[in-house]
């Protein structure tokens, strides 16, 4: 399978967590969208550098960002029919667009469905407005829901939602009500994610001048297994780290990255892999534009070792329900990577973290909390 991700670097706000490449002005926009169609001209045989008289077919197309649903549904759309004379994405790909609730009007939300945008994963973050405020928000509380309501009223049923937890301001008893709150609005997916400080944020500077405590491990932890819990009695399953779903409603186009299947990036600070090479656009919009629009490349090569992709294997499959195979560790990548796989995984099997089953390996609820250790000490 084959995907395509476009970052789209436009934000209203900064929020104090974020690391992401975006900008807070958008008045190079149209430059931009005319680089992001060079770039999708010159990136056409990136699936398939040997055949250059078929098109590649695309199963999932990603809109991620910053704050995709800032641009209008008919550059959105401009786009995706760029992209539909260069690649050939399926009648059923599963199209997805990040968008915040101050965005979503009823109006805009026709329009990207008319486009056909047929997922929508809104940053909620939380429910609660003091949640909000110290995340630097755009929205509040109310606009959230209001933005899931209006979007199922539109006819958008495969809908994802972000939380974060360990935010400061945020109780216990608020974070499993804000996981309440989801499952009572129905959403098929949730995506949780723990507040961590990113150098050069802003939070890293409250943090660092005492204008805000410090993230506290043990209180991530406890709202890591309270989501846990809630899930489990609600009936999401969970297919990731930090990913829930009803059954039928995984994320197509993220489960790609974990199995190792091959995406094309798109935009500045986009990353793409093929199976042989990763590559990665320079992360400065400007210089983006200016090298797309003069023709130059802007992205950045590099062939993968085998352990590279024995690493790489290993991070992304061990997040997830469905494991680390360990015979395609052996037949892929050799005895000596097996023979220290197992050595590592046996070890955390006595300490409860890893159970083996169908020669396959999997994190524990425990050994959730520990993925990226454990990951780490698999490395080579």
Request: charged share 20%; net charge neutral.
């Amino acid at each position: 399978m084959n995907g395509i991700y476009i970052h789209i670097p436009f934000c209203r706000r900064a929020c104090n967590y974020c690391n992401f490449h975006f900008s807070v002005s958008t008045r190079n926009k149209n430059d931009y969208i005319a680089a992001i169609l060079k770039e999708i001209e010159s990136q056409k045989n990136y699936f398939n550098k040997d055949n250059h008289q078929e098109k590649t077919i695309i199963d999932t197309v990603y809109f991620g960002g910053g704050t995709p649903s800032l641009l209008l549904a008919e550059e959105i759309s401009q786009i995706v029919t760029v992209l539909n004379l260069y690649f050939e994405i399926k009648s059923n790909a599963e199209i997805s667009l990040e968008a915040n609730p101050e965005d979503l009007t009823k109006e805009k939300l026709r329009e990207f469905k008319q486009i056909g945008i047929n997922r929508l994963s809104i940053g909620v973050q939380s429910f609660f407005d003091e949640d909000l405020q110290f995340l630097n928000r755009p929205h509040n509380a109310q606009k959230a829901i209001n933005s899931i309501i209006e979007s199922k009223e539109v006819g958008f049923n495969n809908i994802s939602i972000d939380l974060i937890y360990t935010i400061p301001s945020l109780t216990n008893g608020n974070w499993l009500r804000n996981l309440e709150i989801a499952f009572e609005n129905k959403i098929p997916h949730i995506s949780l994610y723990s507040l961590t400080v990113e150098p050069k944020t802003p939070l890293a500077h409250y943090i660092a001048k005492g204008k805000c405590k410090a993230i506290d491990e043990l209180k991530s932890n406890e709202q890591y297994q309270i989501a846990m819990q809630a899930m489990e009695k609600n009936e999401y399953i969970h297919y990731e780290i930090s990913n829930f779903c009803k059954k039928g409603y995984y994320s197509i186009h993220n489960s790609n990255y974990w199995k190792n299947q091959s995406y094309l990036g798109l935009g500045p600070s986009a990353h793409s892999y093929n199976g042989i090479s990763r590559q990665w656009n320079i992360a400065n919009t400007t210089e983006y534009i200016k090298k797309l629009l003069l023709g130059e490349t802007a992205y950045t090569e590099e062939i993968l070792t085998i352990t590279q992709h024995y690493n790489e294997y290993i991070l992304t499959t061990l997040r997830t329900i469905w494991g680390s195979d360990l015979d395609v560790i052996k037949n892929t990548f050799g005895t000596a990577y097996f023979n220290h796989c197992t050595k590592i995984a046996t070890k955390y099997v006595q300490e409860g973290k890893i159970v083996i089953n169908n020669n396959c390996i999997y994190l524990t609820n425990t050994g959730k909390l520990f993925a990226d250790l454990i990951s780490m000490e698999m490395f080579c």
